[in-house]
């Protein structure tokens, strides 16, 4: 769905005599290509990413690592804020420092995701002069002038860094903020882990490979590798959940391959898997969105090796069965707490 916060920020706040940065997060819409030949975005997604390059924005992917050569030759930066207040914290206040005296910073959102307490913490930790424009259905578009480099901090916390969530079979995991539920483990994947020893004696998981679709912070991965499988690949589409994934599996993988992938869905991968595990992103507080569904569930099919088997953990409203069945030979529900179903899938 094509976000219009992002598209009416855009049209307020860019034009073709200097150029702007552009800060992407989860918002998706088919962007109108840069005016100045210099703006350049950057985004945690890489689905967003992909898509912003396709309209001729150079664009680079990183979990919102910010720097003076990101903003180099740059006075004005925007922002469509996020929907996590960890990742809007951490972007103001990396602009703002980044940003010269007499630079601008542009924001949009709706009222109902907190962009006025954003801008009024803003405002008073900054010096700065700001104008407030209103657009349809509640949306705020800010624009902060910066009058001089005495800034109070809007962080709460260090948005790089790594905090453990818990230990998985003796195995201390890591999240961080940006990451899905990045402060726990899931409950959906603790219930889907539940299963896996069923799985596990299908085969000899040393002589087989595994994939986490949609990997977050890698609890499912991490899962593959104690079993032993003897390759274990991890997917997802967002920056701060590869570097929490990649960071896990490196405490544990040493004679197995365990690799983290940057990907869309699942597109890019290539090869077959004995097992696919997958929590995927939709749930109740998200969309159930149809396409994403479909292209998951495609991209399982597609990766998934003769006689393998991919389960998919999703709430037990999600008519998930129903779809696959248009997709697999089998389709089998093997367990349901009420609140999480547990399905099968195989050609
Ligand atoms: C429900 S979470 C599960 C995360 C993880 N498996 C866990 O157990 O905590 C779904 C994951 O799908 C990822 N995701 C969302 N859109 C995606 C896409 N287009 N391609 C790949 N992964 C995506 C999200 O970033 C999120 O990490």
């Known amino acids: 769905?094509?976000?219009?916060?992002?598209?009416?920020l855009l049209q307020h706040a860019s034009d073709d005599r200097q150029p702007v940065l552009l800060?992407?997060?989860?918002?998706?819409?088919?962007?109108?290509?840069?005016?100045?030949p210099d703006s350049r975005a950057l985004s945690n997604r890489f689905d967003i990413c992909t898509s912003a390059r396709r309209q001729g924005w150079p664009c680079s992917f990183s979990d919102f690592w910010l720097n003076a050569e990101l903003l180099a030759g740059c006075r004005r930066?925007?922002?469509?804020?996020?929907?996590?207040?960890?990742?809007?914290?951490?972007?103001?206040?990396g602009l703002w420092l980044l940003l010269p005296v007499n630079g601008e910073l542009h924001l949009a959102g709706y009222k109902g995701e907190g962009i006025k307490t954003f801008a009024r913490r803003a405002a008073a930790a900054w010096d700065c002069e700001v104008t407030l424009e209103r657009g349809d259905g509640n949306l705020h578009l800010y624009s902060?002038?910066?009058?001089?480099?005495?800034?109070?901090?809007?962080?709460?916390?260090?948005?790089?860094?790594?905090?453990?969530?818990g230990e998985w079979q003796g195995c201390a995991v890591y999240s961080k903020p940006g990451v899905f539920a990045w402060d726990r483990f899931d409950a959906g994947s603790v219930f889907l882990l539940g299963y896996l020893p069923k799985l596990l004696q299908r085969g000899n998981p040393g002589?087989?490979?595994?994939?986490?679709?949609?990997?977050?912070?890698?609890?499912?991965?991490?899962?593959?590798?104690?079993?032993?499988?003897?390759?274990?690949?991890?997917?997802?589409?967002?920056?701060?959940?590869?570097?929490?994934?990649?960071?896990?599996?490196?405490?544990?993988?040493?004679?197995?391959?365990?690799?983290?992938?940057?990907?869309?869905?699942?597109?890019?991968?290539?090869?077959?898997?004995?097992?696919?595990?997958c929590n995927p992103p939709f749930h109740q507080g998200f969309e159930v969105e149809q396409t994403m569904t479909d292209r998951f569930l495609e991209a399982s099919l597609r990766v998934l090796k003769a006689g393998g088997v991919a389960l998919f953990v999703v709430n037990s409203f999600i008519p998930i069965e129903r779809k696959a069945a248009a997709w697999f030979g089998k389709v089998e529900k093997v367990a349901d707490n009420k609140l999480y179903k547990l399905v099968l899938l195989s050609h």
């Not at 769905?1 to 009416?8: I, K, N, R």
């Not at 800060?23 to 100045?36: K, M, R, W």
């Not at 001089?148 to 860094?161: F, I």
């Open 144 to 165: 902060f002038t910066k009058l001089s480099e005495r800034a109070e901090p809007l962080q709460s916390g260090d948005y790089h860094g790594l905090q453990t969530i």
């Open 77 to 93: 930066a925007l922002y469509r804020v996020s929907k996590e207040k960890r990742v809007v914290e951490h972007v103001l206040q």
């Open 1 to 8: 769905m094509s976000d219009e916060a992002l598209l009416q």
């Open 23 to 36: 800060i992407l997060d989860e918002h998706d819409a088919v962007l109108p290509p840069p005016q100045h």
């Open 207 to 277: 002589q087989q490979r595994a994939l986490d679709l949609g990997c977050g912070s890698g609890l499912l991965a991490l899962a593959l590798v104690q079993a032993g499988f003897r390759e274990v690949i991890a997917t997802d589409n967002n920056a701060a959940a590869i570097r929490a994934c990649e960071f896990n599996l490196q405490q544990l993988a040493q004679d197995q391959q365990a690799l983290v992938v940057a990907d869309d869905c699942g597109a890019s991968l290539r090869g077959s898997f004995d097992l696919i595990l």
